[in-house]
């Protein structure tokens, strides 16, 4: 096993971190009060690369691995988790779904432009009554001739407002249930397919969150995606990846609120002297530190493996599991250090705060975690 990063990591932590710095640290509190989507940044990022960071160069793609876009996320969500969920949604979930399970055509149709930032794309399975019961599908897809005709609606699907292109997830076959559901690819301008309400969220507010409406939504046959009936096995596969984002996305908010709540400890002084020498808030602390790094170790892991062509739903759940609910606890002491500083707009631990949550609900809560790492236990046995 090697612990050490690679002068490549090291040198993409650096750009990643520099360019988050200057481009987005700016803005992060202007963005999250007007809600504003930063579409700018998200362009300046496909430039650089990073929108297509785990696919081949053949593609528009980095070329690089699991590993190294845990630390293309992490430095971006140090600073704003609403950019680094956006990237996050757009690769490991929609350009991922059509890597993987696309046709050639697909993928140098949909997968070229997805790669550069040309186009953003988003990921829909989510519905009001099919959330941790996702193989509950209701939207519908019904053949009529050479189309499919959609008609549903999805909700929480991250960059819905932006997105050029959508993966969603439609029943094709009622009676198979969760081996009757088919994904199908959706441009942006198709007749029938619409967002729908935009969500005012408590936070990761930059990052636009809403429905999907499917009203007699025509495709014809080249847009189904992946064989038909299999779409909600192709998401769980895809979700092993995306567990994997979630996890750095926890990590780098944890990151960066622990690095705000040590920067303070050492100014804020209380009894005539920093509060970081007291022993209190030096445990609160180490705690968090340790808690990080079992986190990214455990994100790495998963990410070493799936790099390696191994199978990870164990590996990333338990990274997704333990990366989002230390993060929670992380934020919350990062604000427990500041006082009442803490619970102040002015200081960047109030935004982590809020932000962090999301992390132990999304692409699978801890619960269905916690059930999916209890299947993969029992079933070694």
């Not at 996320?73 to 350009?95: K, P, Y």
């Not at 030096?282 to 990214?296: F, G, N, P, T």
Request: a negative charge; charged letters at 25%.
């Amino acid at each position: 096993m090697d612990f050490e990063y690679t002068p490549e990591q090291i040198a993409l932590r650096k750009a990643v971190r520099e360019f988050a710095e200057a481009e987005i640290a700016p803005h992060v509190m202007e963005w999250d009060e007007a809600q504003t989507f930063p579409l700018e940044v998200i362009r300046k990022l496909g430039r650089l690369g990073y929108m297509g960071a785990i696919f081949p160069e053949e593609y528009g793609g980095a070329g690089l691995g699991y590993i190294e876009y845990s630390i293309l996320i992490e430095e971006l969500s140090r600073v704003d988790g609403s950019v680094g969920i956006i990237v996050a949604a757009h690769t490991s979930l929609c350009s991922n779904h059509i890597y993987k399970m696309g046709t050639e055509e697909q993928r140098e149709q949909y997968l070229t432009k997805l790669a550069t930032g040309e186009w953003i794309g988003c990921w829909s399975l989510t519905e009001p009554e099919a959330g941790s019961d996702a193989g509950g599908t209701r939207t519908k897809a019904v053949r009529e001739g050479d189309e499919w005709v959609l008609n549903g609606a999805k909700t929480f699907t991250t960059n819905a407002h932006y997105a050029d292109v959508c993966v969603a997830m439609a029943t094709t076959d009622r009676s198979a249930a969760q081996h009757g559901i088919s994904a199908f690819l959706i441009e942006k301008g198709t007749p029938g397919f619409r967002p729908g309400k935009k969500e005012n969220k408590l936070g990761l507010r930059a990052s636009a969150t809403g429905e999907v409406i499917l009203e007699d939504c025509r495709l014809p046959q080249s847009q189904l995606l992946g064989k038909l009936n299999e779409g909600f096995v192709d998401s769980l596969k895809i979700l092993d990846g995306g567990r994997i984002s979630i996890a750095a996305l926890s990590i780098g908010m944890a990151q960066g609120a622990y690095g705000a709540a040590l920067r303070y400890s050492k100014l804020r002084k209380q009894f005539g002297r920093p509060i970081s020498e007291f022993q209190a808030i030096q445990h609160k602390l180490v705690d968090m530190a340790v808690e990080i790094d079992a986190a990214r170790l455990l994100n790495y892991r998963a990410a070493w493996m799936l790099d390696h062509g191994h199978r990870v739903t164990r590996e990333s759940a338990m990274a997704k599991l333990f990366a989002s609910e230390a993060a929670v606890r992380i934020a919350g002491e990062a604000v427990q250090i500041h006082g009442g500083y803490g619970f102040i707009k002015d200081y960047p631990v109030e935004k982590f705060y809020r932000d962090v949550k999301l992390c132990t609900i999304g692409e699978g809560t801890s619960e269905i975690q916690r059930l999916v790492i209890a299947r993969q236990l029992l079933k070694s046995e």
